[in-house]
């Protein structure tokens, strides 16, 4: 019998459409090249891509191969950039006012929440890394190792701002999660999210992009995913904002030095050494970054 496969966004919905397999044993052999054994995440040959088609929202299935707390302490480890300033918080704290009280779920070593409180902005954290909450603590920032769904029990409609940075692409149960998230804001409140863009240069060129798998990523978010919101909850969209690929233009460039067609890295190379400033101008105008960044208000 085969098995029925529900959105995660959209519990209800079976909805869904299969998109392709990758190979449990190449992911396996990607991470170990970062340094990280994933092994154990992997019982059967392939992990599967599926899209709600009522959202457009993709994600990884079977779930038992997402990212436990021993991964993220392993990756953490590895990357020293892992939880490091972004530019979604440059960019949203431009939404942001003193009289604001912000609760951000996933705080980290509290790069977000060092910024808020230079600002005399009321805030607090919620992170899973026991490590980075004893960082935190000693730093003097509010923050408490629980889960968005615990704290939505204590706190219903308690601040003007629930925001979540490189979060929601980890959880497997995105609905329960925004669901809990939109319960603590208060009316008119602002749920500020920010994730990869799944359109950019290095997911449609490299679609085996280690970190864009499992066990690190659950779903794949994108412009239109993110809208799609507005229909699930009680959000509307006031703003969607991409980062400029000006932020990671080297990084762009030498993907595509290394990894594009012999006619594409031919021209890219003739151009980068002719004119490099006008090359970066042109391709900056016309191809988004690699992070995107919504901004929703509750309605009721």
Same mark, same amino acid.
């Given at each position: 019998?085969?098995?029925?496969?529900?959105?995660?966004?959209?519990?209800?919905?079976?909805?869904?459409?299969?998109?392709?397999?990758?190979?449990?044993?190449?992911?396996?052999?990607?991470?170990?090249?970062?340094?990280? *054994?994933?092994?154990?995440?992997? *019982?059967?040959?392939?992990?599967?891509?599926?899209?709600?088609?009522?959202?457009?929202?993709?994600?990884?299935?079977?779930?038992?191969?997402?990212?436990?707390?021993?991964?993220?302490?392993?990756?953490?480890?590895?990357?020293?950039?892992?939880?490091?300033?972004?530019?979604?918080?440059?960019?949203?704290?431009?939404?942001?006012?003193?009289?604001?009280?912000?609760?951000?779920?996933?705080?980290?070593?509290?790069?977000?929440?060092?910024?808020?409180?230079?600002? *005399?902005?009321?805030?607090?954290?919620?992170?899973?890394?026991?490590?980075?909450?004893?960082?935190?603590?000693?730093?003097?920032?509010?923050?408490?190792?629980?889960?968005?769904?615990?704290?939505?029990?204590?706190?219903?409609?308690?601040?003007?701002?629930?925001?979540?940075?490189?979060?929601?692409?980890?959880?497997?149960?995105?609905?329960?999660?925004?669901?809990?998230?939109?319960?603590?804001?208060?009316?008119?409140?602002?749920?500020?999210?920010?994730?990869?863009?799944?359109?950019?240069?290095?997911?449609?060129?490299?679609?085996?992009?280690?970190?864009?798998?499992?066990?690190?990523?659950?779903?794949?978010?994108?412009?239109?995913?993110?809208?799609?919101?507005?229909?699930?909850?009680?959000?509307?969209?006031?703003?969607?904002?991409?980062?400029?690929? #000006?932020?990671?233009?080297? *990084?762009?460039?030498?993907?595509?030095?290394?990894?594009?067609?012999?006619?594409?890295?031919?021209?890219?190379?003739?151009?980068?050494?002719?004119?490099?400033?006008?090359?970066?101008?042109?391709?900056?105008?016309?191809? #988004?970054?690699?992070?995107?960044?919504?901004?929703?208000?509750?309605?009721?």
């Amino acid at each position: 019998m085969k098995e029925v496969i529900y959105s995660p966004l959209v519990p209800s919905s079976v909805n869904v459409k299969f998109i392709e397999t990758f190979e449990s044993d190449k992911i396996i052999s990607n991470y170990q090249k970062i340094g990280i *054994d994933v092994e154990r995440f992997f *019982d059967e040959k392939g992990v599967s891509l599926y899209e709600c088609l009522e959202t457009s929202y993709r994600f990884y299935y079977p779930y038992s191969t997402i990212g436990d707390a021993a991964f993220y302490e392993d990756l953490s480890a590895k990357r020293q950039n892992y939880y490091s300033n972004r530019w979604e918080h440059g960019v949203t704290l431009k939404y942001l006012d003193t009289t604001d009280s912000v609760l951000e779920i996933g705080s980290g070593f509290g790069a977000f929440l060092d910024r808020l409180k230079a600002r *005399d902005i009321k805030s607090k954290g919620l992170e899973l890394n026991p490590l980075a909450v004893k960082e935190c603590v000693k730093k003097g920032l509010n923050v408490t190792e629980k889960l968005v769904q615990q704290e939505a029990k204590e706190a219903i409609n308690k601040y003007s701002v629930v925001c979540c940075f490189q979060v929601l692409e980890h959880i497997t149960g995105v609905n329960d999660f925004i669901a809990a998230s939109v319960s603590l804001l208060d009316k008119k409140g602002r749920m500020i999210i920010g994730v990869p863009n799944n359109n950019p240069y290095l997911f449609i060129n490299d679609k085996f992009h280690t970190l864009n798998l499992p066990p690190h990523h659950a779903g794949l978010w994108n412009g239109k995913s993110l809208k799609s919101l507005e229909r699930v909850f009680p959000l509307k969209l006031i703003s969607l904002e991409f980062e400029p690929l #000006k932020v990671s233009y080297s *990084d762009f460039l030498t993907f595509h030095l290394n990894n594009a067609n012999c006619l594409v890295r031919t021209v890219l190379k003739l151009s980068n050494k002719l004119a490099p400033n006008i090359l970066k101008k042109i391709l900056c105008k016309f191809i #988004k970054g690699r992070n995107v960044l919504a901004v929703f208000e509750k309605v009721s």
